[in-house]
Structure formats: structure tokens, C-alpha cells
């Protein structure tokens, strides 16, 4: 449902992603890992239009999206969370996520709008009251805000900047349950990107490893742990790698 | 009968009050002062349409100014009546908004640099005014000209009785727009923009075009209000009418008053002319230019220890479980 061909960003002399290339099948869900600083926020930051490629196509359901702005984007069926959750505070929960039904859907209907707000709030297991606040949310919940407002914006890709690392490991098994049940029950395809490995190669149909802006790796989530090039990206055969790693596991 | 229902019938109460006071209260002073209320009620109200969401704007008074000159430049030059006179102004102002407006939003010029490019707008309008003399009549301000036929028409009367039915409906619709907006699911997408515009574009919403919305809404309300002014006073200056000070004053009325509260502006309007008023009549000529002091003064206080105004307050007051 997705081609990206030969995607670029420069930002002035520096190539956050250099000639990246990959497809997405319709009802999987593609991990997205490498370092800090790897080009997956960059790849999406483009996928979602907050900036154009500087050169690449991107085609989603067999038309041309590179280059379109954001809410375009959206109403073509592309969600998005962020990896540091941006909510509303001066909106109720409800609203945050009865904003995202209105405007991502394109159809601009109240009804809609908050039919899919209780729709994306009863999936991520948030409260439904009209009246709760966000200030009342910790970093869990805030995920599950983050999510939901993407879920209610009706997409059928699902650009997941999930970062778990400030959570603990049942949340983290919990958020890794939970972008499944996204897929099998809404049947929404899924991009997750993530720097750790572990949770998520368990969730995976199949695997994208970026390094410095580039591809160095994709496949079965098995194939990919055992590719040496991978292996070290992530554990490191010189001194560099090895500061890096470490580095990543103090997250 | 119940608070909802009591709530409901109140501004109905209030709204026949203010339409049968002229009937029955005729001193001619406090009328003016009503109507100077009214009009400037509505003008503080248009600038807070926008304002409300962070998007402060220092250009208003330029709108104005447009809304006042262009309906009377008109009217003496080319004896366009103010009823055609006063669109075209209001139209003029909203090009002039889309003009400042639109590279703004395209490139996030937001928050401070915002309200800096706003107010070269308010420099350049009185800059204009005052250039073009020959027209305008310059800081010396200018008039329109007396009609000799419908008062009607040339939307000159001198009552204040139609004045003040007229300045009240106007002031009443503002209110209305406000509500509108505020009733609007725009409300939440313009609240989410001015708290984090790329997350409100990941939601789905048309940044640049929501803010361009609300941004010509208020300048065409603020150039009804100029225009309205220069009827009713029949005497329009670049001080009085734009300019950096009007703007600013805008600003001023609005804080005091409440940003986000919809009568906000109108307890501000009244504050501040009462306030002008009072030092004019306490203190004459020797307090010229005091209120502007005063206004400084308020401003800072105002902004450190009662950011939401005097109404915005009082009403967190009465209802805490409100959610402002």
C-alpha cells in the first residue's frame, strides 16, 4: 500500500537520509529501528508531510503523497503519533481526541468526529467522559492519548513513533499488545519505529534497520538480529560502536 | 425555576434592559459615553477574536483605520454612500489582513515576531494617513461631509437615541460572532494551534487556513468598528482611529477586561473609557496623555497578577469547577 523510492532529506550539507527505499504490505506491522540519530523520525516526519523529501517519491494506495502538507496527508488515511506525546492541555482528553476525528477524516462531521473519539478512547482503554483532563495522565497514558488521537483520525497506515523507553516492561509489553490489536482488530497496517530491539522484534512481521540515514538491513525479524551489519550497529565492533551501544542501553 | 433555565433568560432580560434604557434615560452625555462604550466594546471584542488563541496582533489599529478612512475617503471623494462604503472598507481591511496574514502563517512567523510584523502594519497604515494629506487631511484628522439629503442613507444621525441602538445591535452581533466561534469545533483546532502547531496538524487540521479564518473575521469586524466610530463622531483622526497607540489600547482593554471570556473586552471598553473620561473631567487639559500612563501601569500589574482579567477572574471565582 506503500512505495517509498529512493526517499532524500538534507537539511544544508548534512543527509539525514540518503536514497532509502522500502515498501509496506497492506496489514503488517514494519519495525523501524536504528541509532539515535538514524534518519526513522526524519523518514517519518516526511511520510506525515512535516517537511517535503528533497528528492524520492512516496506513494501511498497508488498515488503520489511527497511534498503534500500534513492534513492532506491525514485525510488520505496516513496517522501519526509522536514520540514525545503532544497533547492539548487546555482540551479535555475528549476533546483532544474528538478534534482528531473532525479535522483527520476530512469529513468535518460532529457526529463522526465523536463517534470516532469513543471509538479510539474504548480501544486504547481511556476513560470516555466528556470531562476528564489531561493533566490527570501519566507518561503511560499519555501514550495511549497519543494513540488514540491518531486511531480517531481514521487511518489505514499508522506511522507509530513509539519510544518506550520510559517505560516499564509490563507497559512496554502492554504497548507492544496494544499496536497489534490496532492491527488485527481496526485493520490498520503499521509502521512502528523504536530504538530498542527486544519488545519489538516480537511484535514485527519484518524488520527495517537504518543507519546514519541509510538501509543497512531488512527482512524477518530473526534474519535481521543475525545480520552481522546489524549486529554492529547495535552492539559495536569498534570502539565508536561500542560507546554508542552503550550509550543506548543507559536510555 | 432552575439555573439552567435561569441562565438562559438572563441575557434575554439584560438585552431588552439596553434596548428600552434609551427610551427611558435621555441624558445625552452618558448616551455618548454608552455608545463610545459599545463601539469600542465591539472593536476589543474583534481583536480578541484573535487574540483569545496567542495570536496578539499589534496591526489592529491599522485595520481600523482602513474600516474608517476608506468609508469616508468615499463617501467626500466619490459620494459612495457609508452602506456600500463601509463593505468595501471591511473588505479592504481583509485583503489587507490576508496580505500581512498569509507569509506569516506559511512561514510560522508566530508569538513574538507575529506581533512584531503586526505592528510595522499599524506604523505603516498611520504612515499612510498621514502622507497622504492631500486626501486625508493629515494628523489634522479629517470629516465626512454633512449629507444634505437622507440622514438614513448617509448613515449620519443626530440623536443619540439611533446611535445607540445602532452601536448596541452591532456590539450584540460581536457577541454573537464570538459565541459562534466559540460554540465551533474551530474553537479546538485553533486552541490546539496556538499550544503546538505540529501537533495539531498530525490531527488533521489546515493550520495556515484556520488561523487565516480567524484572522480576517477579526479585521473585518475591527474595520465595522472604525467605520462606525467615524459615523458617529463624524471626526476621524490617525490617533484616534489607528496607529500603534489604538493597538495597543486594544490590547490593553482586553487583558483588564478578560482574553478569554466573552464580555472580557466589553468590561475592559468600560474601564478604559471610564477611566479616560474621569481624568478628563477630574484633572482637564492638565491630564492630557495621563490615561495612556495609567494604562501602562495597569498593564504590567495586570499581567503578572491577573492574567486572566477582571472577568475572567471573577468568573473562575463563582464557578471553580469551570475548566478555565
Known amino acids: 500500500m506503500l512505495v517509498v523510492n529512493g526517499l532524500v532529506k538534507r537539511f544544508g550539507g548534512f543527509t539525514a537520509v540518503n536514497n532509502v527505499s522500502f515498501e509496506v504490505e497492506q496489514g503488517e506491522i514494519l519495525g523501524l529501528i536504528g ?27 497508488g498515488s503520489e503523497i511527497a511534498g503534500l502538507p500534513p492534513h492532506k496527508i491525514i485525510n488520505r488515511g496516513i496517522g501519526r503519533t509522536f514520540q514525545i506525546p503532544r497533547p492539548f492541555r487546555r482540551l479535555t482528553i ?40 489531561v493533566d490527570g495522565l501519566g507518561a503511560a497514558g499519555l501514550k495511549k492519548l497519543e494513540l488514540a488521537k491518531a486511531i480517531a483520525t481514521g487511518p489505514k497506515l499508522l506511522l507509530a513513533d513509539e519510544s518506550l523507553g520510559g517505560l516499564d516492561e509490563t507497559e512496554m509489553d502492554q504497548a507492544a499488545d496494544m499496536l497489534r490489536k490496532i492491527r488485527d482488530e481496526l485493520g490498520i497496517t503499521i509502521i512502528w519505529v523504536e530504538h530498542i530491539m527486544g519488545v519489538l522484534m516480537r511484535v514485527v ?7 546514519h540515514g541509510e538501509k543497512i538491513s531488512e527482512g524477518l525479524p530473526s534474519a535481521v538480529s543475525s545480520d552481522p551489519r546489524v549486529v554492529e550497529v547495535y552492539l559495536g565492533t569498534d570502539a565508536h560502536a561500542t560507546q554508542a551501544a552503550a550509550a543506548e542501553a543507559r536510555r | 425555576m432552575s439555573l439552567v433555565a435561569f441562565r438562559q433568560v438572563v441575557p434575554w432580560i439584560v438585552g431588552a434592559m439596553l434596548i428600552a434604557l434609551p427610551f427611558v434615560y435621555r441624558d445625552p452625555y452618558h448616551l455618548h459615553i454608552l455608545v463610545l462604550i459599545l463601539i469600542w466594546s465591539f472593536a476589543y471584542t474583534s481583536w480578541s477574536m484573535m487574540g483569545r488563541f496567542g495570536l496578539v496582533s499589534l496591526g489592529h ?4 483605520g482602513v474600516g474608517a478612512y476608506v468609508t469616508a475617503l468615499l463617501w467626500n471623494h466619490l459620494g459612495v454612500l457609508p452602506w456600500i462604503g463601509i463593505p468595501i472598507a471591511m473588505v479592504c481591511a481583509g485583503a489587507l489582513a490576508l496580505i500581512v496574514a498569509y507569509p506569516c502563517f506559511r512561514f510560522r512567523i508566530t508569538g513574538h515576531y507575529f506581533a512584531l510584523v503586526t505592528l510595522a502594519l499599524s506604523g505603516i497604515v498611520l504612515q499612510i494617513i498621514t502622507a497622504t494629506r492631500d486626501y486625508t487631511g493629515g494628523s489634522l484628522g479629517y470629516t465626512p461631509d454633512r449629507t444634505k439629503g437622507s440622514h438614513l442613507a448617509a448613515l449620519q444621525f443626530d440623536d443619540k437615541t439611533t446611535w445607540y441602538l445602532i452601536a448596541l445591535g452591532v456590539w450584540g452581533v460581536g457577541l454573537l460572532i464570538w459565541r459562534w466561534v466559540d460554540r465551533s469545533m474551530d474553537r479546538y483546532a485553533l ?10 496538524a498530525a490531527a488533521g487540521v489546515n493550520v495556515t487556513f484556520e488561523k487565516l479564518k480567524i484572522t480576517v473575521i477579526s479585521a473585518l469586524m475591527t474595520a465595522l468598528a472604525g467605520a462606525l466610530y467615524c459615523q458617529y463622531q463624524m471626526f476621524i483622526s490617525p490617533d484616534t482611529v489607528s496607529g500603534i497607540a489604538v493597538s495597543l489600547q486594544m490590547v490593553f482593554a482586553v487583558v483588564v477586561g478578560g482574553i478569554y471570556v466573552a464580555l472580557g473586552p466589553t468590561v475592559g471598553a468600560i474601564i478604559t473609557i471610564m477611566l479616560a473620561e474621569g481624568l478628563r473631567i477630574g484633572f482637564g487639559t492638565k491630564a492630557v496623555g495621563y490615561d495612556n500612563l495609567v494604562y501602562g501601569v495597569l498593564l504590567v500589574v495586570f499581567i503578572i497578577f491577573l492574567p486572566k482579567g477582571i472577568l475572567g477572574s471573577l468568573l473562575e471565582r463563582i464557578k471553580p469547577s469551570s475548566k478555565r
Open chain 1, 35 to 61: 541509532p539515535n540519530g538514524s534518519g526513522k523520525s526524519t523518514i517519518f516526519n516526511m511520510l506525515s508531510g512535516t517537511f517535503p523529501p528533497s528528492a524520492g517519491t512516496i506513494t501511498f494506495d
Open chain 1, 94 to 133: 475528549f476533546e483532544n481526541v474528538a478534534l482528531a476525528g473532525y479535522y483527520g477524516q476530512g469529513s468535518h462531521s460532529l457526529a463522526k468526529a465523536n463517534d470516532a473519539a469513543e471509538k479510539a478512547l474504548t480501544m486504547v482503554g481511556l476513560p470516555t467522559d466528556r470531562q476528564a483532563s
Open chain 2, 61 to 64: 489599529g491599522g485595520f481600523m
Open chain 1, 205 to 211: 512481521d519484518r524488520v527495517m534497520v537504518l543507519d
Open chain 2, 191 to 200: 486552541e490546539a494551534i496556538s499550544e503546538d502547531e505540529d501537533a495539531a
